[in-house]
């Protein structure tokens, strides 16, 4: 008699709390937008630009990954440029908390998207926008010393030299003091103008991780990782700010040992029972 009640429905209640149990670790993505973004250069030999090292290009509404040997937009090789994107998940980490209880949860994947774009202001200093390829997402620990968007070379004043702020010259001296962390390499590719894509950077590194997690500013550095990639992405302070970089965080709730043993149990007993059955 306890066998035929154990197999008519002790076996399928279990079941049915342990698949209510799954649920409610349900994963949740929120996102948050960059908070600073720029890029710097490091001028090829048809980039005419002076002192182009030593320059901030905080002001201009795109953001550009290229490799030195990438062809430029006219004729020549335009130079090497790199972007830097800074984060700050503290309103995304209290929603987290809102949903799934302060300390209960736990970050299961991050990801990194960009809206690519050919239209650029500032005519003449880039590479060719659109060069399928493979660009490094890199992460900064200390927020890379704290580097400053600036607002150099803007869009009305094309030929203004600005000095304030973050240049390629100024990355390398962040570099040596506390070198990046490779988070990974992707692959650009090329969908069109305005367009959004989006790159899985898994859960990044440990490091990453717990600035992410404490709610530190976060920075990445984006770079070219083979010798054609050339893309532009739009800025957070495009337009109406409607196409900025942003962050994808993926969260689950971490399961009760209830749950999680209720689950366990569910699963002996459909083994038992179709064992039973041979």
């Not at 309103?91 to 690519?116: E, I, M, P, Q, R």
């Not at 500032?122 to 493979?134: R, V």
């Not at 404490?214 to 532009?232: C, E, I, K, R, Y």
Request: charged share 10%.
């Amino acid at each position: 008699m306890v066998t035929c009640l154990f197999n008519h429905w002790v076996v399928p209640v279990l079941c049915g709390l342990a698949f209510l149990a799954a649920a409610a670790v349900q994963a949740v993505t929120l996102s948050t937008t960059a908070i600073a973004d720029t890029f710097v250069l490091n001028p090829g030999p048809a980039n005419t630009l002076e002192d182009a090292d030593n320059r901030n290009f905080g002001g201009l509404n795109s953001r550009s990954v290229a490799a030195s040997t990438a062809v430029g937009t006219t004729s020549g090789q335009k130079g090497e440029f790199d972007s830097l994107l800074r984060f700050n998940a503290t309103a995304t980490l209290a929603a987290f908390d809102a949903l799934f209880g302060a300390g209960n949860w736990t970050v299961t994947g991050v990801s990194l998207k960009l809206c690519t774009s050919y239209n650029v202001s500032g005519p003449g200093i880039f590479n060719a926008a659109g060069a399928e390829g493979k660009f490094a997402v890199n992460y900064m620990p200390n927020d890379g010393s704290a580097w400053v968007q600036g607002q150099g070379y803007t869009s009305i004043t094309p030929d203004a030299k600005s000095y304030s702020g973050i240049s390629y010259a100024g990355l390398q001296t962040l570099l040596d003091a506390t070198p990046a962390t490779l988070v990974g390499a992707y692959d650009y590719v090329n969908l069109g103008t305005t367009q959004w894509e989006t790159f899985d950077l898994g859960i990044g590194t440990q490091a990453l991780l717990d600035d992410l997690l404490v709610g530190d500013n976060l920075s990445l550095l984006l770079t070219p990782a083979d010798s054609q990639v050339a893309f532009n992405f739009t800025s957070w302070q495009y337009g109406s700010s409607s196409k900025p970089p942003t962050l994808l965080i993926t969260a689950a709730a971490i399961p009760e040992p209830a749950s999680a043993g209720l689950l366990a149990v569910a699963c002996c007993c459909c083994l038992a029972r179709r064992m039973k059955r041979r």
